[in-house]
T-cell receptor, first 115, second 111 residues
Framework: DTGVSQNPRHKITKRGQNVTFRCDPI?????LYWYRQTLGQGPEFLTY????????KSRLLSDRFSAERPKGSFSTLEIQRTEQGDSAMYLC?????????????FGSGTRLTVV | GENVEQHPSTLSVQEGDSAVIKCTYS??????FPWYKQELGKRPQLIID?????GEKKDQRIAVTLNKTAKHFSLHITETQPEDSAVYFC??????????FGKGTSLLVTP
C-alpha cells in the first residue's frame, strides 16, 4: 500500500443517474477527506471522517451528495440524480492525525463527466 | 469562511531563474500553510508546508515564508528547471481538517 487509491479513474454518466466513487486510504491513516476540483480551480473541501465517524459534512454541495466510511477503512462518495454541474474531479485524501501535524496525501482522483 | 487569494495566476520564467508565488489568507486563526504541486492529470502533491510558529522553511531549491501579521505567505523556487512546470496551489487551514485552497498558479519554465 503505497498511497491513496481511487476508483474508478474516470466515470461518464447520463444526467439524472446515480454514481458512486470509492477511496482506499493509506492503511494506517485514520482520517479521510473528500474534495472536488473543477477546471482551473483549487480543490474544494466536501467532508471528512475520523475512523468511521463523519465529523464534518456541512460543506457537502447539496443533499444529493453523501459519503460513508462504514468500517473506518475505505470510503464511498455517492452523488444522486447527477447534474451537468457535477462534472469535476473528485479527490480523496488521507492523513494520520490532524492536518497541522502531518499534512495530507491525495489520491489521483475520479474524473466525473455528466452528459 | 477562510478566503485564500493566490497570485499570479500564470508565471513564465527561464530555466535557472527564480519563481515566486504569493498567497494571502483571511482567517487569522489559520495555523497551517501547505503548498501543492499538480501536474496535468495527476494528483496534488505536497511539496512543502509551514506552521504558524515558524517564519521560514527551506527544502533544497524550495522555500516558504510566512508573515502572520500581514496574513500572507510565499513560495520561492530557485534555479528553476523544466520539470518544475506545473500548477502550484497554496492552502491554509484553521480547522485542523479542512484545507482552503487558492486558485492556483500555472508555472512554465522554458529551457
Amino acid at each position: 500500500d503505497t498511497g491513496v487509491s481511487q476508483n474508478p479513474r474516470h466515470k461518464i454518466t447520463k444526467r439524472g443517474q446515480n454514481v458512486t466513487f470509492r477511496c482506499d486510504p493509506i492503511s494506517e491513516h485514520n482520517r479521510l477527506y473528500w474534495y472536488r476540483q473543477t477546471l482551473g480551480q483549487g480543490p474544494e473541501f466536501l467532508t471528512y471522517f475520523q475512523n468511521e465517524a463523519q465529523l464534518e459534512k456541512s460543506r457537502l454541495l447539496s443533499d444529493r451528495f453523501s459519503a460513508e466510511r462504514p468500517k473506518g477503512s475505505f470510503s464511498t462518495l455517492e452523488i444522486q440524480r447527477t447534474e451537468q454541474g457535477d462534472s469535476a474531479m473528485y479527490l480523496c485524501a488521507s492523513s494520520l492525525g490532524s492536518v497541522p501535524e502531518r499534512g495530507y496525501t491525495f489520491g489521483s482522483g475520479t474524473r466525473l463527466t455528466v452528459v | 469562511g477562510e478566503n485564500v487569494e493566490q497570485h499570479p495566476s500564470t508565471l513564465s520564467v527561464q530555466e535557472g531563474d527564480s519563481a515566486v508565488i504569493k498567497c494571502t489568507y483571511s482567517d487569522s486563526a489559520s495555523n497551517y500553510f501547505p503548498w501543492y504541486k499538480q501536474e496535468l492529470g495527476k494528483r496534488p502533491q505536497l511539496i512543502i508546508d509551514i506552521r504558524s510558529n515558524v517564519g521560514e522553511k527551506k527544502d533544497q531549491r524550495i522555500a516558504v515564508t510566512l508573515n502572520k501579521t500581514a496574513k500572507h505567505f510565499s513560495l520561492h523556487i530557485t534555479e528553476t528547471q523544466p520539470e518544475d512546470s506545473a500548477v502550484y496551489f497554496c492552502a491554509a487551514s484553521s480547522s485542523g481538517y479542512a484545507l482552503n485552497f487558492g486558485k492556483g498558479t500555472s508555472l512554465l519554465v522554458t529551457p
